[in-house]
C-alpha cells in the first residue's frame, strides 16, 4: 500500500506539472497575445480619411479589439493586463500591402531563377521580418513561393506580416510568367518542369484543362486568392507591353476554379484588351492597369472591381531597368498618373501595393513608395487605402480568409493589427517614410512586435 501511495503522490506531481506548463503556455509566452489597454489615444480607424477628434481607450484581448470607447475601460475581472498610455499619438491599423512578392523581393534576377531555392527562403524570412518592422502587418502576395514562409510565420518560426498567397503565378507560354531561356523552347512533350515552375515561382499553362489544374493546385497549398498573367510585362523577357494573354475560355475557367473555392481571380495586366476580357470572365481585382483608356474604367466600375495601382513614377525609388523593359517601363510610368486620376473621377475602388521585386535589399522603400500616393490623394485618403480598403481587398477571399474579424480597421472585433505612432499622420504623411522613429508600437494579432514606449511613464502592467 505504501509503495501504491507513492506511486499515486508521482502520478499526480506529473499531473500537476503538466497543467502548470499548459498554464504558462496560455499566458506567459511572449508569442501568445495577451490583453493590452491603451489609454488616451487619438484613432485613426481606417474606415474614413479623417483622424477622430476625441481621445479613447481601446482594450485588445484575444488577438481582437474588445472595446473601444472614449469612457474608461475596465477589463473583466482576472485578466492581466498591459497597460499603455499612448499619451495623445495616434493609434491606426497596420499597414497593408496589396501587391508584394514575399519571397522576391531581396533577390536580384539572376539569384532568383539560379540559387537554390532554401537559399531564396532564407532571404525572404530576413525580409519578413523588416517588413513588420516597417509597420506592414499583413501582405497580399501577388506571386512566388510564400506558403512556407507563411506557414513559418504563423508558427512563430520567423516574425513577418501575415500573409495572404496567391501561391504560383500562371502564365500562357510567352507570357508575363514564362522565363525558360530560348534554347528551351519547343519543349518536348515529355519535358520536365523549368526551375521557375518547379519551385513554384510560376506555373506555366495552356488550354482551359491546363489553366484549371494549375489553378486547383494553388488552391490546394492554401492560396487565398489566384493570380494570373493576362497581359504583357515590362521585366519578362518574351512579351511586348500591348499583348493580350490568355483567351476567355482560360480566364473563365481560371474564374470557376476559384469561385467554386469561395475566393477571386487577380490579373497582371497594363491594356484596355486585356483588363475587359479579364473583366467579362469574371476577374475581380486588375493589377496595375496603367494603360487602360476611359472605357475600360468605366467598365471597372459598373462590374464593381478592384483597382490594385502601384505608384510607378519616375523618380528616385524605381527600379531602374534597361533596354526594351526600359522602353516598357517609361510607357507604364508615362500612364500612372491618368491612371490614378480616371480611378478618382470614376470612383473605382482602389488598392495600394508596391510590387517590389529584385531589389537586392529588404524592401527599404516600401513605406516611401506609400508617401508618394500623396501626389494623388489627400495624407488621410493614402491612409485609408493602405489600410481599410486594402483589408476589404483581402476580404474578397471569403471563405479562404483564415481570420476571426476584418483587417485593416479600427472597430470592435476587428483584428488587433495596430500601430501607435507619434504625431498625426492624417496631417503630416512623412511620418509613415520614417517607422524606426515614428513607428513607438507594432503589434499584430494582439501580440506586440515593438515597443520603444518608456516603460516608467508610457505603459506598465496592471
Same mark, same amino acid.
Not at 133 to 145: K, L, V
Not at 269 to 293: C, F, N, P, W
Not at 315 to 323: F, M, Y
Given at each position: 500500500m505504501k509503495k501504491l501511495s507513492l506511486s499515486f503522490r508521482f502520478i499526480l506531481a506529473f499531473v500537476i506539472t503538466l497543467i502548470a506548463i499548459s498554464a504558462w503556455a496560455e499566458t506567459g509566452n511572449s508569442s501568445s497575445p495577451k490583453a493590452v489597454l491603451f489609454q488616451n489615444v487619438y484613432v485613426f480607424d481606417g474606415k474614413s480619411a479623417e483622424r477622430r477628434p476625441e481621445r479613447v481607450n481601446v482594450l485588445i484581448d484575444q488577438g481582437q479589439i474588445q472595446r473601444l470607447s472614449e469612457e474608461e475601460v475596465v477589463p473583466g475581472a482576472n485578466i492581466p493586463v498591459q497597460v499603455i498610455d499612448g499619451n495623445g499619438r495616434t493609434l491606426m491599423p497596420g499597414l497593408i500591402d496589396a501587391h508584394w512578392h514575399s519571397t522576391l523581393v531581396r533577390p536580384t534576377s539572376v539569384e532568383a531563377?539560379?540559387?537554390? *531555392?532554401?537559399? *531564396?527562403?532564407?532571404?525572404?524570412?530576413?525580409?519578413?521580418?523588416?517588413?513588420?518592422?516597417?509597420?506592414? +502587418?499583413?501582405?497580399?502576395?501577388?506571386?512566388?513561393?510564400?506558403?512556407?514562409?507563411?506557414? $513559418?510565420?504563423?508558427?512563430?518560426?520567423?516574425?513577418?506580416?501575415?500573409?495572404?498567397?496567391?501561391?504560383a503565378m500562371i502564365s500562357q507560354t510567352g507570357g508575363h510568367g514564362d522565363f525558360r531561356l530560348p534554347h528551351e523552347v519547343p519543349e518536348p512533350n515529355n519535358a520536365g518542369l523549368n526551375y521557375a515552375d518547379r519551385v513554384g515561382v510560376t506555373a506555366i499553362a495552356d488550354g482551359s484543362d491546363a489553366v484549371l489544374k494549375r489553378v486547383r493546385e494553388q488552391l490546394m497549398q492554401g492560396a487565398t486568392q489566384i493570380k494570373l498573367m493576362a497581359g504583357g510585362g515590362v521585366s519578362s523577357m518574351y512579351d511586348p507591353i500591348d499583348v493580350s494573354q490568355y483567351t476567355p475560355d482560360e480566364l473563365r475557367a481560371a474564374v470557376m476554379a476559384a469561385e467554386n473555392w469561395g475566393t477571386y481571380v487577380a490579373?497582371?495586366?497594363? +491594356?484596355?484588351?486585356?483588363?475587359?476580357?479579364?473583366?467579362? $470572365?469574371?476577374?475581380?481585382?486588375?493589377?496595375?492597369?496603367?494603360?487602360?483608356?476611359e472605357e475600360t474604367v468605366r467598365m471597372m466600375a459598373?462590374?464593381?472591381?478592384?483597382?490594385?495601382?502601384?505608384?510607378?513614377?519616375?523618380?528616385?525609388?524605381?527600379?531602374?531597368?534597361?533596354?526594351? $523593359?526600359?522602353?516598357?517601363?517609361?510607357?507604364?510610368?508615362?500612364?500612372?498618373?491618368?491612371a490614378f486620376e480616371l480611378a478618382k473621377k470614376h470612383k473605382v475602388q482602389?488598392?495600394?501595393?508596391?510590387?517590389?521585386?529584385?531589389?537586392?535589399?529588404?524592401?527599404?522603400?516600401?513605406?516611401?513608395?506609400?508617401?508618394?500616393?500623396?501626389?494623388?490623394?489627400?495624407?488621410?485618403?493614402?491612409?485609408?487605402?493602405? +489600410?481599410?480598403?486594402?483589408?476589404?481587398?483581402?476580404?474578397?477571399?471569403?471563405?479562404?480568409?483564415?481570420?476571426?474579424?476584418?483587417?485593416?480597421?479600427?472597430?470592435?472585433?476587428?483584428? $488587433?493589427?495596430?500601430?501607435?505612432?507619434?504625431?498625426d499622420p492624417t496631417g503630416d504623411l512623412s511620418l509613415i517614410a520614417d517607422p524606426a522613429s515614428h513607428f513607438r508600437i507594432i503589434m499584430k494579432g494582439g501580440v506586440i512586435h515593438k515597443n520603444t514606449l518608456g516603460s516608467s511613464d508610457d505603459a506598465a502592467d496592471r
Open positions: 531563377l539560379t540559387s537554390d *531555392i532554401a537559399y *531564396i527562403h532564407l532571404m525572404a524570412g530576413e525580409v519578413a521580418e523588416a517588413t513588420l518592422m516597417r509597420g506592414f +502587418t499583413s501582405i497580399r502576395d501577388m506571386g512566388g513561393p510564400s506558403f512556407g514562409l507563411r506557414r $513559418a510565420i504563423e508558427e512563430g518560426l520567423v516574425p513577418g506580416p501575415r500573409i495572404f498567397p496567391s501561391g490579373v497582371h495586366a497594363y +491594356t484596355s484588351r486585356a483588363v475587359q476580357m479579364a473583366l467579362e $470572365a469574371g476577374v475581380k481585382s486588375i493589377e496595375h492597369g496603367q494603360l487602360v483608356d459598373r462590374k464593381n472591381a478592384w483597382w490594385s495601382l502601384q505608384p510607378f513614377i519616375e523618380n528616385e525609388l524605381a527600379n531602374p531597368k534597361t533596354g526594351q $523593359a526600359r522602353l516598357k517601363q517609361i510607357m507604364v510610368q508615362q500612364g500612372t498618373d491618368r482602389v488598392a495600394f501595393g508596391t510590387d517590389m521585386l529584385g531589389t537586392g535589399d529588404y524592401g527599404d522603400n516600401q513605406n516611401a513608395l506609400l508617401v508618394t500616393m500623396e501626389r494623388w490623394y489627400t495624407p488621410g485618403e493614402v491612409l485609408q487605402i493602405a +489600410t481599410g480598403n486594402n483589408g476589404q481587398l483581402i476580404g474578397l477571399s471569403g471563405p479562404r480568409y483564415p481570420l476571426p474579424g476584418p483587417i485593416g480597421v479600427i472597430e470592435e472585433g476587428a483584428v $488587433a493589427d495596430l500601430l501607435l505612432v507619434d504625431g
